[in-house]
């Protein structure tokens, strides 16, 4: 997407100035644009920004971003001095099936008021209950509402959707992934104790021959699979997805706790891997082993759910804290929960990004200094410096109501 110039730009403007005209009110041909975030610093991984930016807003469209827009540009406008002005970011790995699968969230509850503009449900649904996510839960949200597809057709309605390998059936997945692009962009399939002798690698195969016939990336929930690891990651191709990568058991660390080399070849050939911190899938000791031998999550998600939105996980912004704390960057973790997820999922229009054009999803943050405590999944502390907290988020231009303080 390219920036407009300025002519463009004053004929966008253009039917809010004649709509000014006939009051006397128009002193001059300025812009006008439904929103203003002035003085914050603007990290945009994707348009490759990370600085002091002011943002124009019309439309629910980004319109302008520079270095300077006057607080008179705006019919609204927010001051944002001081504090960090991202995308609204992307948590690819959440469980918002509320009120029908297991641990489901209401999806507002920990999207937009929290500074995630874009949520991916996990495999909450599988092909018989996808409709009704999609009518009560995808098209009620005031956040974007996205959807992984559980390979097993009752998705998380049932305690483990995979102990009876029958209500794996990789047509109606195709079937139900055809009729909802617009909202299910990849397939998710969980490696999950108790799958019946040995058909982890039979669901991998029939995943994988779904996957292929809906063109569309898997997501695979490691940590139960029976099978060694390396032998799931042989059913993945570039741009497929290991979730719940720095998990204490059954992570992507042998029994010497180096990185097992079938991994660091599956991400050469394009294979992410994704946080999912949840209940039980983020070990601080782990997750430092693996930054220490020089990798680097591609997403940072949640898993956040009914069971841990009250600690160890919070939210998003709570995850990425925890991962500055453990040395990445703002910029860092700010890509693995923007430019990533939009490199990995087709969301039918550019998110993750406030290039001019794209739509007006931001979150604004405080970076809170001072004394944190941070735990993961098993209960260890950490103590960290910063803190990521949400101040404000906008989808489409619109709060929701999201302006904390
Ligand atoms: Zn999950």
Known sequence: MRKLDRREFLTVAAGTAAGLAGTGLQRERREIFDLV???????????????ALDIGITGGRVVQIAEHILPSEGRRVIDATGRIVAPGLIDVHVHVFDGVAQVGIQPDLIGVARGVTTLVDGGSAGATTF??????????????????????????????ELTDLRYVDPEAAVRTIEENRDIIVGIKVRMLAGIPGGGDVEVMRLTREAADAAAVPITVHIGGQTSPLPRILDFLRPGD?????????GSILDERGRVYAEVREAMARGIHLDVGHGRGNLDFDVAEAVLD???MPTTISSDVHRGN???????????????????????QVITAATAA????????????????GAAADIAIFDLVEGAHEFMDSGGKRRSGEQGLVPYAAFRSGRDFGSITR
Request: charge should be positive; proline fraction near 9%.
């Open 293 to 295: 031998q020089g990798i």
């Open 241 to 249: 997805v290991v979730t719940h990568a720095l998990r204490r058991q």
């Open 341 to 356: 997820p939009a490199r990995i999922y087709d969301f039918g229009e550019p998110l993750g990004t406030l290039t001019p």
């Open 309 to 331: 939105v009250a600690g160890p996980v919070f939210d998003l912004p709570t995850t990425l804290s925890k991962f500055m704390n453990m040395g990445m960057t703002l910029e």
């Open 37 to 51: 975030i002035s003085g914050g610093h603007l990290v945009d991984p994707a348009a490759g920004m990370n600085a």
């Open 131 to 160: 409709p009704g996510f999609r009518d009560y839960v995808a098209r009620q949200a005031r956040s974007r509402v996205y959807a992984l597809l559980n390979i097993s057709m009752p998705g998380m309605t049932v305690p483990n």
